[in-house]
């Protein structure tokens, strides 16, 4: 059981990794778009961070968490608007959400 130190720690951390989000999401912005011709690798970085912001301002206005197959939802699909796989090198979203929704597994890294 955590206690109320590292609950606030906790918190913390996520609130800046969500501001993170937020800030690639409005930075990308003009990256999205399935016809866009920027290189895929940036599109689905930018499709990425859209999928996620408003995840990510949840967490910002204190309501500090969301659904992981909602999650990982609008990760596969912001895969197939941009074509391209999101490389999961830790298998986060293997392990936590990929057997929870009807999608294929996550890219392997390339080698």
Known sequence: MLDSKE???NKEQ???FAAAI???????GK???SKSDHPSEIRLVAHLAYALHN?????INGCGSFDVKTVATK????ETVVGSK???QMNILKKNAAQQVDAPEPASPAR
């Open 86 to 88: 999101y490389i999961d």
């Open 75 to 78: 990760i596969y699909q912001a």
């Open 55 to 59: 995840e990510s301002l949840e967490v």
């Open 14 to 16: 996520l609130e800046i």
């Open 22 to 28: 937020y800030e690639i999401r409005c930075q990308l």
């Open 31 to 33: 990256y999205l778009g």
């Open 7 to 9: 609950n606030m720690n």
